[in-house]
């Protein structure tokens, strides 16, 4: 290559960068630059990654937690061969394709391949079984990256060749990073235009994001479109009256979603409503609204009224099902419901006190009439002796120890003498009246 062919070369280059979308520029190279996921990078992903001693793996997160980015990195640090496939564009011909590449790359550059498919739940048995040998012994190091939790989405045979790396949603603090080091950067980002930038902005930006780097991005670059300065009221124009609700000098994101939770708790259907309301003005995402809801039929209202869980879940179903705005109508049901319920939350004290006795105190095995008498060998260990089935005594029921020895006086369920759990008490009382009484 002769000087000019350099000059066009690097020219070709800095041309690609100017028309590439700011999230795509902004891209992170290496490690060091790598914003958030910091139980991740620091630990001993790091370490293998620097070593370039690589296993196969799976990135599970949330859109724009870094997944792409991670596998990117990863294959410059170690020098691989770096190839990508999004499953839902791709077949076993792609993946034939690529796994012949990467022998060639093994025996005449001595370089490993990664592949990196991009939202892996989307293939199938058939094409994920054509990966398994590959894997296997190590002519392909996989990244997959997925949305959805691997463990129901992707085959058990590939499970057990891969490691498993939960990506977190990104902190508000973490976006907020991303978007000053973008304003600041005079390569990639906006340093060079000398861009100003409201401080109240670059948080409405974070919270509006909701943990995804590419969201807050792609707004930031809408902003700064024909802007030397981004202020709320042009932070508005694009996104509507939704950036006056992500305001955090005013009722931000936690301070609403508090006083949404609260009120149900507290049966103000109205307050729930109108803070209902408010997030769905704001913009919130209907997902996240409806997991607190479902959340709070469990944790609030209990077995006082277990239809409440039932409405709340159908309603969550229901809201991802037919989307906005008709998805505003089962949500305001399952909150006036829960809001109009008697309360208990004996649930989720007793959960939280049998989770810390299990991690703090040795608990002791699981009685022997008690233990599973269906493997092979159960018989030699006495396994399920002296077990007493219930149904086979009158009520359906028959009073023997079913804690461990060493739990024996454990007492968790407190159940609240109101409405149906009421009856789950009367029926207690009389299985057991030494423990409730």
């Keep these: ?65 870094g997944k792409t980015t991670l596998a ?53 048995k058939s094409q994920q079984d054509v990966l398994l040998p590959y894997v296997e012994d190590g002519r392909l190091i996989l990244i997959g990256a997925t949305t959805e939790n691997p463990f129901f989405e992707v085959n058990p045979a590939l499970l057990s060749r891969v490691k498993i790396v939960k990506l977190n949603r990104l902190t508000n603090a973490d976006i907020v990073h991303i978007i000053e080091k973008a304003i600041k ?132 179903q229901a809201a991802q099902f037919v989307g906005l705005p008709e998805a505003r109508i089962p949500l305001a049901q399952a909150v006036i419901y829960i809001a109009g319920c008697k309360k208990s939350n004996a649930a989720y004290l007793a959960i939280d006190a049998a989770i810390e006795d299990v991690k703090s105190k040795d608990c002791g095995e699981v009685p022997i009439h008690l233990r599973d008498t269906s493997y092979k060998g159960a018989k030699y260990f006495h396994n399920g002796e002296g077990y007493m089935y219930p149904h086979d005594y009158e009520n359906h029921f028959v009073e023997q120890q079913y804690l461990p020895d060493k739990m024996i006086k454990a007492h968790y369920y407190e159940p609240v003498n109101v409405d149906k759990e009421a009856h789950i008490n009367e029926y207690l009382k009389a299985c057991w009246p030494k423990r409730f009484s």
């Design 72 to 124: 990117k990195i990863i294959a410059n640090t170690t020098k691989s061969h770096f190839k990508s496939l999004n499953a839902a564009l791709s077949g076993i011909a792609d993946i034939r394709n690529i796994i012949k590449e990467a022998e060639n790359q093994r025996k005449f550059y001595q370089k490993q391949t990664i592949l990196f498919i991009d939202e892996i739940h989307r293939f199938n």
């Design 185 to 316: 950067d005079e390569e990639r980002g906006f340093g060079k235009n000398n861009l100003k930038v409201e401080d109240k902005v670059i948080d409405i930006i974070a919270d509006f994001a909701n943990g995804d780097a590419r969201t807050a991005l792609n707004i930031l670059e809408q902003a700064a479109l024909n802007n030397d300065k981004i202020t709320v009221d042009v932070l508005s124009e694009i996104l509507g009256s939704r950036a006056q609700h992500y305001d955090k000098n005013g009722n931000n994101h936690f301070d609403v979603i508090s006083a949404f939770i609260k009120s149900m708790r507290g049966s103000d259907p109205d307050a729930a409503i109108f803070y209902l309301a408010k997030m769905l003005v704001g913009g919130e995402d209907i997902n996240y609204i409806a997991r607190r809801i479902v959340i709070c039929a469990a944790e609030d209202v209990g077995n006082a009224d277990p239809m409440a869980l039932i409405l709340a879940n159908a309603a969550a």
């Design 1 to 65: 290559m002769n000087l000019f062919d350099s000059i066009v070369d690097e020219n070709n280059k800095n041309s690609q960068r100017e028309f590439q979308p700011l999230a795509e520029r902004m891209r992170p190279r290496n490690l060091d630059e790598f914003i958030g996921q910091q139980n991740v990078i620091k630990g001993s992903l790091r370490r293998m990654i620097e070593a370039g001693n690589m296993p196969s793996m799976i990135f599970y997160g949330l859109p724009g937690t």
